[in-house]
């Protein structure tokens, strides 16, 4: 199995990017697994300029939205325009319309505009005055959101938060790393000299390769267990859907592909558990104001749900 063109695109994302490497890799689980990814972190940390990378790195479109209270659901999707000369309407595509869209703080906009994403993300497709037309293939929205200024923000609803296969959060650059930043930077954008190391076909047919990753019947169990922990949680309200433990399984498939394995380990759905679970839990309301942490309830549950010892390659 040849996923060289995946570590091309890492590594190529490398060059721009300083130390981000991991947040470059869940980017990649969530394109081989059809899925989106949502980023939260504070301003300045490189949130646009890895969407870029990575959109420029597969040879695909990019096309960036910033979200703001008046932005509408056709500014997102495109709108109808009557041509005179020819007394028809054409179509005049909107962003979304492209490999790559990065909705920049998605949080910013009405929750009308917000929902008009939802089928993009879930059908990969858009319908205008009744017309359904696909979108490129293959698509990712990597959504940003900043946890500060949330005056005047529009929070994302649950059914929302849960069509985001990844969340993930880059964090600040060590000492060593922010002086890599200031030297790549210092005279040159790396950006604007980055060539594409694939191209949008090859992606598609990585994306074939991952449905056939094989995951045994321990660690298909061991991902509804994880699944089952969360909704019997004494903190938790709501805990992972089954669309949560799908996506599970689909991003441990993309992992798997990205190192080199025709099967998933139990280790690979470690890895991804706070990434592609965290976000899905839904607190009961005294325990989110007692400022309930997601990230801790999915390590209490990784410790106390029981790890497959071998994984059958069935």
Request: aromatic share 6%; net charge negative; charged share 25%.
């Amino acid at each position: 199995m040849d996923d060289t063109p995946c570590q091309a695109v890492l590594d190529n994302i490398n060059r721009v990017m300083v130390g981000k490497r991991d947040a470059a890799e869940l980017l990649m689980v969530a394109l081989l697994a059809n899925g989106h990814v949502l980023i939260e972190d504070v301003p300045g940390l490189g949130k646009t300029l890895l969407a870029k990378a990575l959109a420029k790195s597969i040879g695909g479109t990019f096309k960036r939205i910033q979200f703001t209270p008046d932005l509408l659901p056709s500014d997102i999707t495109g709108f109808n325009v009557f041509n005179q000369k020819s007394g028809e309407f054409i179509f005049q595509p909107g962003p979304v319309m492209s490999n790559v869209l990065l909705a920049d703080e998605i949080n910013r906009t009405i929750p009308r505009t917000q929902s008009s994403l939802l089928e993009s993300m879930e059908e990969h497709q858009v319908t205008v005055d009744g017309k359904t037309m696909p979108l490129p293939r293959p698509f990712l929205v990597v959504a940003t959101q900043n946890p500060i200024e949330m005056d005047g923000t529009f929070p994302l609803p649950e059914a929302q938060m849960d069509r985001f296969l990844i969340r993930v959060s880059l964090g600040y650059p060590d000492k060593k790393e922010e002086l890599t930043i200031l030297d790549r930077f210092r005279e040159n954008d790396p950006l604007a000299a980055l060539a594409p190391v694939t191209q949008p076909e090859e992606l598609i047919e990585l994306q074939q390769a991952r449905c056939k990753i094989r995951v045994s019947v321990a660690v298909r169990e061991y991902i509804i267990d994880l699944a089952v922990a969360t909704r019997s949680h004494r903190a938790l309200r709501f805990g992972v859907s089954p669309r949560g433990s799908l996506g599970l399984l689909r991003a441990g498939q993309a992992l798997a592909l990205l190192r080199q394995r025709d099967y998933v380990l139990p280790d690979d759905i470690k890895y991804l558990v706070q990434p592609v679970l965290a976000h899905r839990l839904i607190f009961k309301e005294e325990e989110r104001l007692r400022g309930g942490n997601p990230a801790e309830i999915v390590a209490e549950i990784l410790q106390k749900v029981p790890v497959p010892g071998t994984a059958e390659r069935d």
